[in-house]
């Protein structure tokens, strides 16, 4: 079965400081894992993928095999940063299993 | 592009109807993917369509069924609504036989389902 937990339902920081959302997954397998971000009035729309190693908006996040993490984190929050982000884990390409599993979901405030 | 487009946005309706919702995939896509989303609770999988076909589906009872048509758009369908389906009904469309293509899901913008 696959699992996605998001700890923190609220986060609240200030404009400038560290911010890092945190994501533990339960996979038997090879898991893909993404963040979803979503702004107010606005749909849900991908902010990175772990297969991309790419930073999107200054936000990283690095997949911890070990420790079945993929924690999302910033170094310098901005306001415009504020939304609800989720996590979400779908098993490696290959096989028939193409379901998306997202976390609960954490709300980011920036606050100024 | 207009991008994912469902319609209607809200709908409300009384326990034991059936409701239909619809979904306008991304210019391109052809994989179309249905979530309910409760109040407080991430995005749940209910199902997959590709090539006309429900590929993969969630825990959802059969009173949850769909449809993709030739030109790639879909329906869910939900019969005997009961007070626990309140949420809301989000489509995802994609390209590629891998179900969530290169660049993941593109989103709509949800259906606001309420069962009275």
């Known amino acids: 079965a696959q699992r996605v937990t998001q700890p923190e339902k609220l986060l609240s920081v200030f404009k400038g400081a560290p911010v890092e959302l945190k994501c533990n997954y339960s996979?038997?397998?090879?898991?893909?894992l993404f963040w979803y971000v979503q702004y107010s009035r606005q749909r849900l729309q991908l902010l990175l993928r772990?297969?991309s190693r790419e930073s999107i908006k200054g936000f990283t996040a690095d997949l911890n095999k070990g420790e079945t993490s993929f924690h999302l984190k910033k170094p310098f929050a901005q306001e415009e940063d504020s939304a609800m982000y989720y996590c979400a884990l779908k098993p490696h390409s290959g096989g028939s299993n193409y379901k998306l599993t997202f976390g609960k979901g954490t709300l980011l405030t920036v606050n100024p | 592009d207009a991008g994912v487009t469902q319609s209607p946005t809200h709908l409300i309706k009384t326990r034991g109807q059936q409701v239909t919702l619809r979904c306008s995939p991304k210019?391109?896509?052809?994989?179309v993917s249905w979530y309910q989303q409760a109040l407080g609770q991430g995005p749940q999988f209910i199902f997959q369509y590709y090539e006309e076909e429900e590929r993969q589906r969630g825990n959802f009872p059969d009173r949850f069924s769909g449809h993709q048509f030739p030109n790639y758009s879909s329906e869910l369908n939900v019969n005997a609504l009961l007070l626990g389906d309140s949420a809301l009904y989000l489509c995802?469309?994609?390209f590629g036989q891998g179900g969530l293509g290169v660049y993941g899901y593109t989103f709509g913008s949800g259906t606001r389902l309420t069962v009275v």
């Open positions: 996979y038997s397998g090879s898991p893909e």
């Open positions: 210019s391109g896509h052809d994989t």
């Open positions: 995802a469309s994609s």
């Open positions: 772990h297969i």
